[in-house]
């Protein structure tokens, strides 16, 4: 039983840290009133831009690469949505499509379609001592993008509600006429935050590919930045929700993998597809059971237009 427990929860702090960073850039961007369903998009070209950067140069580069890259797409929404103020939700959906389509064609063109050549994944580090006690050698053997994921939502929490920054940016997406009569510029503070959560949301693609995988295949990220999204509704727009929604996610998706290979005969009785579905399932469950119990910031998915104040 132990054991299980074990395999259950090291297989959980595996997928924990790509969906919370994604979610902690979609609470970023959405809490400074922009509207961010292209994480999923951010995510495949993240991962995509790490795996292919890793090829070449030291994996730690090739995700910084993949960060780029993730806020490279975020700019692209950004300059759709403050700038030229189009709908938010269709920009995001573009960006999910386009990186789709261009992943896609990029990874067969350079690569064939069943991934990228194998990369070296970044460092597992193996703490002293730690490997010999029950439980808690479940949190040895992990890169430090997850140790990094363990401590980020707290420093993120600090800083949104401690700091005279983390005020500005909340405060656009709730009042942002208010923000801009004390001589605040709205859209620098929205850039800040659509461009963060880009890389953020990069980040956890290059989490998929250097830590989880050893290389960009084509499914990646196989619906987890919507999984992200679904965590930063049900976390109510907060990076410690977000960080227990993300958990509770992610244990859903390493229950999944756990009983497809410790119990090989379930899926005599239960279709594979199931399986494959159930953290999905999960996600569908907590928001219908959640309802209309949000706190969504009040000027979510508004435009801000200056001549309106």
């Known amino acids: 039983m132990l054991e299980i427990l074990e395999a259950l929860l090291s297989s ?19 809490r400074a009133g922009v509207v961010n369903v292209g994480i999923e998009g951010m995510m495949r070209t993240g991962a995509f831009c790490a795996a292919v950067a890793s090829i070449t140069f030291p994996t730690p580069v090739g995700v910084l690469m993949g960060m780029l890259a993730g806020a490279g797409m975020a700019a692209v929404h950004g300059s759709l949505c403050i700038r030229w103020r189009s709908d938010q939700v269709v920009s995001g959906m573009a960006i999910n499509l386009v990186a789709l389509a261009g992943g896609t064609y990029l990874l067969e063109a350079l690569y064939g379609p069943n991934g990228t050549p194998p990369i070296q994944q970044l460092t597992r580090w193996h703490l002293p001592g730690l490997s010999e006690v029950p439980l808690l050698r479940v949190f040895s053997g992990h890169s430090a993008l997850t140790w990094i994921a363990l401590v980020l939502p707290f420093a993120f929490h600090w800083v949104l509600y401690r700091t005279p920054l983390g005020l500005r940016l ?63 509704v049900f976390g109510r727009w907060t990076p410690l929700g977000a960080f227990l929604a993300t958990l509770f996610f992610a244990t859903g998706n390493a229950l999944r993998i756990g009983l497809a290979s410790s119990a090989p005969g379930l899926l005599e009785v239960v279709p594979q597809g199931f399986l494959l579905a159930l953290p999905y399932v999960l996600t569908l469950a907590l928001l219908a059971f959640q309802g209309q119990r949000t706190h969504a910031p009040a000027a979510l998915g508004t435009p801000y237009e200056q001549e309106s104040r």
């Open 12 to 30: 959980t702090l595996e997928y924990f840290p790509a969906l919370l960073f994604a979610a902690l850039g979609g609470t970023l961007c959405e």
């Open 170 to 232: 909340r405060a656009v997406g709730e009042k942002p006429h208010a923000v801009a009569t004390l001589g605040l510029s709205v859209t620098r503070l929205r850039w800040l935050a659509v461009v963060g959560s880009g890389m953020l949301a990069g980040l956890g693609g290059a989490t998929l590919s250097t830590a989880v995988l050893d290389r960009f295949e084509q499914h990646t990220p196989a619906g987890l930045g919507f999984m992200a999204l679904a965590a930063m």
